[in-house]
């Protein structure tokens, strides 16, 4: 298979895995598309598996870049050997290739078991994969993007200076309700190593910092909500904090109570 055969036979085996489990197929999102395949290339000539990028990129920062606003998570198969090589320039893909990562995530067993939670998550209605083969090895480097679509949000700026204020907006959409705006900080990207790399398992998206709510509760600055419709303008942290600064917006899903899960999550560059 060439790399657009390959995407489309992976998305295959993923709906295959959660129709088994009786939960929807996700459709392919061009933007989680991008993401993987800047990931899976990354990985592929590096040699390393993980879900931070050799540039120190995080998914939700390479799925922002990318044009995506919904919320992604990642699995992620490949090298652990930490060396450096050339990517095959027209890379082939053998079914029984694509196959064995798709089976080593969902032969995973608690509590060590995230890749395949991920692919089983019910939540997901959208993904994305990149697919790349280092040259003179028969390994496919997989890179799945699990996207979360359930609202329209407003543009972001992709760069901003420390202490912007920043319109954050949208509608969410289908079974949510609005409930809430996060911002969240994590330091600037620097690069790592594969070394460095091969030793990290998991990735936990950073927990927001300052969390608005809409009038009623307690909150620094109430969102304005009409409907489905929410805006708020917010500070980007204090003046000469820099750093990516990770906007999320979160609902609620019906037969969940109060219980907020994060709809999206957006990164800016800010200097």
């Given at each position: 298979m060439?790399?657009?055969?390959?995407r489309r036979?992976?998305?295959?085996?993923v709906?295959r895995?959660?129709a088994?489990?009786?939960?929807s197929?996700?459709v392919?999102?061009?933007a989680?598309?991008?993401?993987g395949?800047?990931?899976?290339?990354?990985?592929?000539q590096?040699g390393y598996?993980?879900h931070w990028?050799s540039?120190g990129?995080v998914p939700?920062q390479?799925y922002?870049?990318a044009g995506?606003?919904?919320?992604?998570?990642?699995n992620?198969?490949?090298?652990a050997d930490?060396k450096s090589?050339?990517l095959?320039?027209?890379?082939?893909?053998?079914?029984?290739e694509?196959e064995r990562?798709?089976?080593?995530?969902?032969?995973e067993?608690?509590?060590?078991?995230?890749?395949r939670?991920?692919?089983l998550k019910?939540?997901h209605?959208?993904?994305g994969?990149?697919?790349?083969?280092?040259s003179?090895?028969?390994?496919a480097?997989?890179?799945?993007?699990?996207?979360d679509?359930?609202?329209?949000?407003?543009?972001l700026p992709?760069t901003a200076?420390?202490?912007?204020l920043?319109t954050?907006?949208g509608d969410?959409?289908?079974?949510?309700?609005?409930?809430g705006?996060?911002?969240?900080?994590?330091?600037s990207?620097?690069?790592?190593?594969?070394?460095y790399?091969?030793?990290t398992?998991?990735?936990?998206?950073?927990?927001?910092?300052?969390l608005?709510?809409?009038k009623?509760?307690v909150t620094?600055?109430?969102?304005e909500?009409?409907?489905?419709h929410?805006?708020?303008?917010?500070?980007l942290?204090?003046?000469?904090?820099?750093?990516?600064?990770e906007v999320?917006?979160w609902g609620?899903?019906p037969g969940?109570g109060?219980q907020l899960e994060?709809?999206?999550?957006?990164v800016?560059?800010?200097?």
């Amino acid at each position: 298979m060439n790399l657009e055969q390959a995407r489309r036979y992976v998305l295959a085996l993923v709906n295959r895995d959660r129709a088994e489990h009786g939960l929807s197929p996700v459709v392919m999102d061009e933007a989680a598309n991008r993401a993987g395949q800047r990931h899976a290339e990354d990985m592929a000539q590096v040699g390393y598996t993980a879900h931070w990028g050799s540039d120190g990129s995080v998914p939700e920062q390479r799925y922002s870049e990318a044009g995506g606003s919904d919320f992604v998570q990642e699995n992620a198969g490949c090298l652990a050997d930490g060396k450096s090589r050339k990517l095959d320039p027209a890379p082939r893909f053998a079914a029984e290739e694509l196959e064995r990562v798709e089976r080593a995530f969902m032969d995973e067993k608690p509590p060590h078991d995230g890749h395949r939670k991920n692919i089983l998550k019910q939540r997901h209605t959208g993904f994305g994969v990149g697919v790349a083969k280092p040259s003179g090895v028969g390994v496919a480097c997989l890179s799945q993007e699990f996207v979360d679509d359930y609202g329209d949000y407003g543009a972001l700026p992709k760069t901003a200076r420390a202490g912007d204020l920043v319109t954050i907006s949208g509608d969410v959409k289908g079974p949510v309700a609005f409930g809430g705006v996060g911002v969240g900080r994590i330091d600037s990207s620097q690069p790592l190593t594969a070394t460095y790399l091969n030793t990290t398992y998991t990735y936990a998206v950073p927990t927001p910092s300052d969390l608005y709510f809409p009038k009623g509760f307690v909150t620094k600055k109430p969102v304005e909500v009409s409907g489905k419709h929410f805006r708020i303008e917010v500070p980007l942290g204090k003046r000469g904090q820099g750093g990516r600064y990770e906007v999320s917006i979160w609902g609620k899903y019906p037969g969940a109570g109060q219980q907020l899960e994060m709809v999206s999550l957006r990164v800016i560059d800010v200097h």
